[in-house]
């Protein structure tokens, strides 16, 4: 049998919105984390919840990689929009990545990843594609989808989908003030998130391919911690499971 595809997500609610889909399904333990192995539509693939935060990211990717031999990487999620334009209910989905609290300086440039010379890791460019495709496609259902009430409830009109750069840090950003910072002094920022940049540093190391998907709960300022449990159960999961299965569905077997 060929290597699982991994989907690795941040939160409990959508890991439990992806594993219904999950046939023959049995849960492994490994570095006290729950990894769950079967078919999704058709492909062998192996789900698990990180947790929060860089190091969380780091030891889910390894264990992903080093134990169940992972073909690929996606991992899914929410995010702030820093980006003008990148609004609540929009997606991102990742181009590059990069530590925004990596600062080694003056011995290397801020940002840079101490004796890898690099800042920014860039994601598996097929994969991304590939996921791009099924998020603009649930993008143009995400009325059907969320319905109505949701929509409005959560002020999303016509969301729609990003690409580009993605930083990561161990901090919630949570105040106008330093996202206004953050995207001053990372201008072409989409998004701020928690793992991504861990993930796509594990990856680099593995030369393993990886993607990141995710949907935009707050703009990363005073209000961001607003409704946020609920926006990941009523609108990420939904969409995470809906461009999950499109993937799974479209050809995501043909992933090296
Ligand atoms: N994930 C979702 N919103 C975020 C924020 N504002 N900061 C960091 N990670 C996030």
């Keep these: 049998m060929k290597p699982p595809l991994a989907i690795a997500s941040a939160m409990q609610q959508e890991l439990r919105a992806l594993m219904p889909a999950l046939t023959d399904a049995r849960s492994v333990v490994r570095g006290g984390r729950h990894f769950h192995l079967g078919t999704m539509d058709g492909e062998p693939v192996v789900l698990a919840l990180s947790g929060i935060g860089k190091v969380a990211a780091a030891t889910t990717a390894t ?123 990372l201008p072409d920022a989409l998004a701020v998130e928690m793992e991504g940049a861990a993930l796509a540093q594990v990856c680099a190391d593995f030369a393993r391919p990886f993607a990141v998907l995710r949907t935009i709960s707050d703009r990363a300022d005073d209000s961001a911690h607003a409704d946020f449990k609920r926006f990941i159960a009523e609108v990420a999961s939904v969409y995470t499971r809906v461009i999950v299965h499109d993937w799974l569905q479209g050809g995501a077997g043909e992933v090296p």
């Design 63 to 185: 264990l992903l990689l080093s134990e169940f031999d992972a073909r690929a990487l996606v991992f899914t999620g929410v995010a702030g929009g820093l980006g003008a334009g990148v609004r609540v209910g929009d997606v991102v989905v990742a181009r590059e990545l990069l530590q925004h609290d990596m600062d080694a300086s003056p011995l290397f440039p801020r940002y840079e990843v101490p004796l890898t010379g690099r800042a920014r890791f860039a994601t598996d460019a097929a994969l991304s594609d590939a996921l791009a495709v099924s998020a603009r496609r649930c993008m143009a259902r995400a009325a059907e989808l969320l319905g109505a009430a949701h929509m409005a409830d959560f002020g999303l009109v016509d969301p729609c989908v990003h690409e580009g750069l993605v930083a990561s840090g161990d901090r919630f950003v949570a105040t106008a003030a330093e996202s206004r910072a953050l995207a001053a002094a």
